[in-house]
């Protein structure tokens, strides 16, 4: 279990690694010996590592994807986004961790059968309260500055972060036929003729998904064609 | 990488923004050569203890010689995927090897600070290691500190 806590909470690994890392080995040593471990330097290595191997060989795995997130939030950042109507309060693609539970040793075959309570964690998206006293990570605090160069990333990388426009984007980002055309009908409202007026049908599921959650499909939905 | 992205700056020496004349402000530059799609965020798993402890694994005494509960309690919450690879697409280590690298790239601008140390070549004396990169534009610089503050972990205990 300490094992799953080292792989699943602190130190992620990428795929087909079976054999621990010697960071992972040392960790495991100290936690089953009650040894205090300084976590946010094995972190702090674990991402250097990480992001050079992303670099040289092209590793695909982002680890501490949480805590990342956490950073962000209390280093301003989405205040920032917010403050340049890039972001509502329920904005961006998120997700949450596997809450590892009793469920889990059921899984694991360490119990047969696991005792479930209403007082079991539950997954939370609910944003952490604000440090006051949290170490700056901005390098710029011009507000007009950071402003425009949060426009020239928005128009360089085509990123959209409001939450209708990025579930679609992100959903066709994942498809690989047509990405151009889904993109630009994920960005920008559809403007179809009625119906009765189109030459063709839409038969593809994709632009069926992207009519219904852009805005003008929103407005045809109320009334249908 | 840190050093050699990092030429022509606004605001900040270190920012690593180039600026183009003609359109205006351009961002930090791509250090990885994959698709942004292709990333993989990995998010890590709370723990419910209390859940583990009533089912006969009890391992709260371990997390309590690491003083760890509060770093469980913060995994509790949303992952933003799409700012976090847009955080890692643009990410380089700035560490001793990076700081050391940027004396003979300033020798190669300027052969007349062949000899002259870091400070007199207008380098700064590198202090700790520093993860750089932008998010959504905005450049931002991760280092320990910043970690043990968002873990509620004090940068304490065994490294090996």
């Known amino acids: 279990m300490l094992l799953k806590f080292l792989t699943e909470c602190f130190l992620q690994k990428g795929e087909g690694s079976d054999q621990p890392s010697a960071d992972h080995k040392r960790v495991l040593c100290f936690l089953a010996s009650f040894n205090k471990i300084n976590l946010p330097r094995?972190?702090?290595?674990?991402?250097?590592?990480?992001?050079?191997?992303?670099?040289?060989?092209?590793?695909k795995q982002i680890p501490c994807g949480r805590l990342l997130s956490e950073i962000f939030t209390q280093g301003k950042i989405l205040e920032i986004?917010?403050?340049?109507?890039?972001?509502?309060?329920?904005?961006?693609?998120?997700?949450?961790g596997k809450i590892i539970n009793g469920k889990t040793l059921q899984n694991m075959k360490i119990i047969k059968k696991f005792s479930p309570d209403e007082?079991?964690?539950?997954?939370?998206?609910?944003?952490?309260?604000?440090?006051?006293?949290?170490?700056?990570?901005?390098?710029?605090?011009?507000?007009?500055?950071?402003?425009?160069?949060?426009?020239?990333?928005?128009?360089?990388?085509?990123?959209?972060?409001?939450?209708?426009?990025?579930?679609?984007?992100?959903?066709?980002?994942?498809?690989?036929?047509?990405?151009?055309?889904?993109?630009?009908?994920?960005?920008?409202?559809m403007k179809l003729k009625p119906r009765s007026q189109r030459r063709t049908r839409l038969r593809h599921p994709i632009l069926k998904i992207a009519l219904l959650l852009s805005p003008r499909g929103k407005e045809e939905k109320e009334n249908p064609l | 990488m840190a050093s050699s992205s990092a030429k022509q700056v606004t605001g900040s020496s270190d920012t690593?923004?180039?600026?183009?004349?003609?359109?205006?402000?351009?961002?930090?530059?791509?250090?990885?050569?994959?698709?942004?799609?292709?990333?993989?965020?990995q998010v890590e798993s709370p723990v419910d203890f209390a859940s583990l402890k009533r089912n006969g694994m009890n391992l709260e005494a371990e997390m309590v010689a690491q003083q760890m509960f509060p770093y469980f309690e913060m995994l509790n919450g949303p992952t933003f995927v799409t700012l976090v690879k847009d955080f890692w697409i643009r990410a380089e280590v700035y560490d001793l090897d990076e700081a050391k690298d940027e004396e003979p790239e300033a020798?190669?601008?300027?052969?007349?600070?062949?000899?002259?140390?870091?400070?007199?070549?207008?380098?700064?004396?590198?202090?700790?290691?520093?993860?750089r990169s932008t998010v959504m534009g905005v450049p931002v610089t991760i280092t320990e500190e910043v970690i043990a503050k968002a873990c509620r972990v004090a940068p304490i205990g065994r490294f090996v």
Request: positive net charge; hydrophobic residues 35%.
């Open chain 1, 42 to 59: 094995y972190i702090m290595h674990h991402l250097c590592w990480a992001i050079k191997e992303g670099i040289r060989s092209k590793r």
């Open chain 1, 81 to 96: 986004l917010r403050r340049n109507n890039l972001a509502s309060n329920n904005f961006i693609r998120t997700r949450t």
């Open chain 1, 119 to 189: 007082k079991d964690l539950k997954e939370s998206t609910a944003p952490t309260k604000l440090m006051k006293d949290f170490p700056s990570i901005l390098q710029e605090r011009n507000h007009e500055f950071l402003s425009k160069l949060v426009a020239e990333s928005v128009k360089e990388s085509g990123i959209c972060l409001d939450a209708e426009t990025s579930e679609i984007q992100m959903f066709l980002l994942s498809k690989s036929e047509g990405r151009g055309l889904l993109l630009m009908l994920a960005q920008k409202p």
């Open chain 2, 16 to 41: 690593g923004i180039q600026i183009n004349t003609d359109s205006g402000y351009l961002i930090k530059p791509k250090t990885m050569a994959i698709p942004l799609e292709s990333f993989e965020v």
């Open chain 2, 107 to 131: 020798v190669i601008r300027d052969p007349s600070l062949k000899g002259k140390t870091r400070q007199e070549m207008g380098l700064e004396s590198f202090r700790l290691t520093e993860i």
